[in-house]
């Protein structure tokens, strides 16, 4: 059974760091594709930072370029995503989500077939 879960989300001050942690199993030998996606109140959810599989990197959205990395440990299924310089903005939820389906730019929810429960960040002013 496919399942992934997250941690390190919390609370943090203004131009704070955190760093989040997604482990995926159930997979078998296969290596899924992962990435991050956040939803705020009242907003649509939305991709922050995705593993591609090309020689450009990953992708991030231009809101966080030059704050956020991802990386990911392909031995371990976990990806990672270290983010600096946060801003009240970034207040959400974010999800983990694995099993790229489709390659949409900017990627999209329906690109991802697995998800995580998801883990709060709040950046407070």
């Known amino acids: 059974q496919v399942q992934l879960v997250e941690s390190g989300g919390g609370s943090v001050q203004a131009g704070g760091s955190l760093r989040l942690f997604c482990t995926a199993s159930g997979y078998g030998f296969s290596t899924p594709r992962m990435g991050w996606f956040r939803q705020a109140p009242g907003k649509e959810r939305e991709a922050v930072a995705t593993?591609?599989?090309?020689?450009?990197?990953?992708w991030y959205a231009d809101s966080v370029k030059g704050r956020f990395t991802i990386a990911d440990d392909n031995v371990n299924n976990t990806v990672y995503l270290q983010m600096n310089s946060l801003k009240p903005d970034d207040t959400a939820i974010y999800y983990c989500?694995?099993?790229?389906?489709?390659?949409?730019?900017?990627?999209?929810?329906?690109?991802?077939?697995?998800w995580g429960q998801g883990t709060q960040v709040t950046v407070s002013s």
């Open positions: 593993i591609t599989n090309g020689s450009g990197g990953p």
């Open positions: 989500a694995a099993w790229r389906l489709g390659d949409n730019v900017p990627p999209r929810p329906s690109d991802f077939r697995d």
